[in-house]
């Protein structure tokens, strides 16, 4: 493994103009930025350092994969085994089970950054990423807060210490992933439902809801998980299905689904591969239409490659809806105060709403021009296998929807393409970088 040049060559100034309360300076990278240390940034950074390509990693957050840290609810478990969600250059230890928990996978990640030498700029936001095409370089702008106890009058008070910084570099990775931002839909009386509203970036167990009515909205993989879940603290959870769904076992014939279904693309086209799936469904988990889910016309596989929808992988949920403990509603037309009317005219009780409604990406927010993410949903305008390289140095990982696999194949093709330039500006040209870059200051 060629671990040359892979620790950033910076170098700092002053800028004239300085923060009230802490300071703004420059920072010149020789390598690249990677914005966001999930398990996409983190796959960006080793792929490059395999390759001699130094990188930093900048993180608004005070660790590694902060979603996973933060925002998950306590029973989680990789949904696809760990075959196909271990990142490059580092498998998964042999003594981890087929889907790893929650816990075992945040290991998995910090042992994979330290094996690394990967050190995030933590407590780090980005605020703006632009390309100055007066110079070809990019300035990535960053604010870091901290609060400081001082002396205020007689008492103690906090102090909002802020820095600011620039940094010019050639390349910049964007990191930061669909789950950027958590969707909190508009739903009319909200402020008059006397319950909890909770988004499931807040929800840790059911413990809390034992004996309650509560009503999970969204009917994706983790609306379905939390309703097994608060089920298994003695919940009565309900749970809001407005769009078609596609409902598949986690494992077929002794195999999980994904894995079957990755071979079966290898001999069969996707059309004749999502019909056996759907028959194999019907099987084992029997006919969905009869527990108020409507199956999509298109199948899971076909619907996934154009929409980019994942199909549900059941963990437990279908029997708990066809037992009665889980029930299915349909859309909400408004909330009161202790009750929820849903757009049949059925009005029912409920004592709190947890709302699993997912997560967007926030790029729109902080990267200014070019061409590559769509303003609308924050992801790449070229599909997958296309998505990850955009003009002058800008690339994506983590942006395919195809999960942590996606993500690592947009990893090492990142590390190819900036690995080719890098040697191609090698020796004499690479000499100029940093007076070119004093330019710009």
């Known amino acids: 493994m060629n671990h040359q040049h892979t620790e950033p060559t910076t170098s700092s100034s002053s800028s004239s103009s300085n923060h009230s309360n802490g ?27 395999q390759k001699g390509i130094p990188s930093i990693i900048l993180e608004r957050c005070d660790c590694i994969a902060s979603l996973w840290q933060h925002k998950t609810y306590d029973r989680l478990r990789l949904h696809l085994p760990k075959s196909f969600c271990q990142l490059p250059l580092h498998p998964f230890p042999s003594h981890y089970p087929k889907y790893p928990s929650k816990r075992q996978f945040i290991s998995y990640l910090e042992t994979y950054a330290r094996k ?50 620039e940094y010019v570099c050639r390349w910049v990775v964007v990191a930061t992933g669909e789950n950027a931002e958590v969707v909190v839909p508009e739903m009319e009386g909200v402020e008059e439902f006397a319950g909890a509203v909770v988004h499931t970036c807040h929800y840790k167990s059911g413990e809390m809801f034992k004996g309650k009515r509560v009503l999970v909205v969204g009917s994706g993989n983790s609306g379905m998980e939390v309703c097994l879940d608060l089920c298994s603290f003695g919940a009565r959870p309900s749970i809001v299905v407005r769009d078609t769904v596609h409902v598949l076992p986690q494992e077929m014939l002794g195999r999980s689904t994904f894995g079957l279904s990755m071979w079966l693309l290898k001999w069969l ?57 889980v029930q299915v509603r349909p859309g909400i037309r408004r909330l009161k105060r202790l009750a929820v009317e849903f757009v049949d005219g059925r009005v029912e009780n409920y004592d709190a709403i947890i709302l699993a409604t997912g997560y967007k990406s926030n790029v729109p927010s902080w ?12 992801l790449p305008k070229s ?3 296309n998505g990850w390289k955009g003009g002058h ?10 999960g942590l696999l996606g993500a690592s194949i947009d990893a090492r093709r990142i590390a190819e393409d900036i690995k080719q330039q890098w040697t191609s500006h090698d020796s004499s040209s690479k000499k100029q970088v940093h007076p070119i870059l004093e330019q710009v200051f």
């Open 116 to 165: 690394f030498g990967i050190k995030p700029h933590f407590n780090e936001t980005v605020t703006a990423a632009e390309y100055d095409e007066t110079v070809g370089l990019w300035r990535v702008k960053t604010t870091s807060c901290n609060d400081d106890v001082s002396e205020v009058g007689l008492g103690l008070g906090f102090s909002r210490c802020c820095k600011n910084k």
């Open 367 to 378: 990267l200014r021009g070019g061409n590559m993410f769509c303003e609308k949903d924050g």
């Open 269 to 325: 086209p996707i059309r004749l591969v999502d019909r056996f799936l759907l028959l194999l469904s019907w099987l084992i988990i029997g006919d969905i239409s009869k527990l108020g889910l409507t199956r999509p016309k298109m199948g899971p596989l076909q619907l996934k490659n154009l929409t980019g929808k994942t199909p549900v992988l059941d963990v437990g949920t279908i029997p708990k809806i066809r037992s009665g403990h």
């Open 393 to 402: 140095g800008l690339y994506a990982v983590g942006f395919t929807k195809h």
């Open 23 to 49: 300071g703004d300076s420059n920072v010149v990278v020789d390598g690249a930025v990677i914005v966001g240390a999930g398990p996409s940034g983190l796959a960006a950074s080793a792929c490059l350092k």
């Open 383 to 385: 599909p997958f296998t």
